[in-house]
C-alpha cells in the first residue's frame, strides 16, 4: 500500500532521523528500523495512520518534532498512536522505568498503537538475535545493564501486548520473544 500520506510520513521520518545510527555493529541508518517495522506491519493491517504511525513511531522521543507538527502533518489519530509509544524522556528517569511507563501506556492504547509496538519488539528482538548471536561479549558492550531488567521489561510489555492485542501479529512477536528469551539465556550461560 502506497499513498501520498505514506509517502509523506516516509520523507519526513528519513530527514528527522537523518543523523541517527541504528545501535550495533553495522551503524545502519535509523530509517532501516523505521522501514522495517512499516514492513512487518503491512503484513498484518492496510491502514493507512497505522502504517504512517509506524514510521514515525519513535518521532516524539528521539527528534525535535512536536506534538502539534505531528498533528498538523498527520492527524489526531497518528498523534495519538505514537504518544501511546512514546516513552519518557526526561532526565534522570532509569531505563526500567522508562519501559515500565511504557508497559502501563499500552495498557490504555488504541489497538493500532499495540500492533506498531509488537512490530517494533519484533524487530528489535530479531535484530538482537541475529546481529548477535555469536558475540556476547558485544551484545553486553552495546546493551550495558543487568539482563534480568532487561528480561523482566519485555515480559511485561509480552504480557500486555498478549492480554489486549487481537491482530495476529501476536504469534509472531510470540515466536520471536521465545528465541530473544533463549539468546538471553544462553548470555547469561555465558557469563557464568
Do not use: C
Not at 41 to 56: H, K
Not at 139 to 167: C, E, M
Amino acid at each position: 500500500m502506497y499513498t501520498y500520506r505514506i509517502e509523506q510520513a516516509l520523507r519526513a521520518a528519513a530527514v528527522l532521523h537523518k543523523e541517527q545510527k541504528r545501535r550495533g555493529t553495522g551503524s545502519l541508518p535509523y530509517i532501516t528500523h523505521l522501514m522495517a517495522v512499516t514492513i512487518i506491519l503491512r503484513d498484518y493491517t492496510e491502514d493507512e495512520d497505522t502504517l504512517i504511525a509506524a514510521l514515525l513511531h519513535d518521532t516524539l522521543e528521539d527528534t525535535d518534532y512536536t506534538e502539534d507538527e505531528l498533528r498538523e502533518d498527520f492527524g489526531d489519530k497518528v498523534l495519538e498512536i505514537i504518544k501511546s509509544l512514546t516513552e519518557p524522556q526526561e532526565s534522570g528517569i532509569t531505563w526500567q522505568e522508562r519501559k515500565a511507563t511504557y508497559s502501563k501506556q499500552l495498557k490504555t492504547a488504541p489497538e493500532e498503537a499495540l500492533m506498531v509496538a509488537a512490530a517494533d519488539k519484533i524487530h528489535n528482538m530479531r535484530s538482537m538475535v541475529e546481529e548477535y548471536y555469536d558475540n556476547h561479549a558485544r551484545f553486553r558492550k552495546d546493551f550495558p545493564g543487568p539482563l534480568d531488567d532487561r528480561a523482566i521489561a519485555y515480559q511485561d510489555i509480552s504480557n500486555v501486548l498478549n492480554s489486549r492485542l487481537k491482530n495476529p501479529i501476536i504469534t509472531e512477536l510470540n515466536h520471536v520473544y521465545s528465541e530473544y528469551k533463549n539468546f538471553i539465556r544462553h548470555v547469561k550461560e555465558n557469563e557464568n
